[in-house]
């Protein structure tokens, strides 16, 4: 069966500064032992912030680095999810119903890739 990757991008500016409520942490508990018990998830976790990040870029045969936060980008992975599912649409679905348990002030958005095997 395929793997997935699901990233999760937030927009740091629109986050709460105290991080996730309760009450989305208690949704995403319940998701997240829905998705293990369904056999769909291998892993997921969320990221420490951009600003304790640091950055490694190659271009031109040169290593570049730089720390956090990325005042540039908008958008900073904030988490992942490693999925076994059937097929893309189910990696979207589970994908949509992660998205739905964030109350309307965050800004999340998730890309899903399947994962290249050999």
Known sequence: M???LSLVKIDEATAPAEGPSPELMQ???ELIEEVTKAGVML???GLTPSAQGVRAHWEGGKLSL???PFTESKEVVGGYALMQCKDMAEAVEWTKRFLKAHEEHWTVTCE???IAEG
């Open 2 to 4: 395929p793997r997935y």
């Open 27 to 29: 949704r995403m508990g």
């Open 43 to 45: 892993d997921t976790a």
């Open 66 to 68: 730089t720390d956090g």
């Open 112 to 114: 899903v890739r399947e």
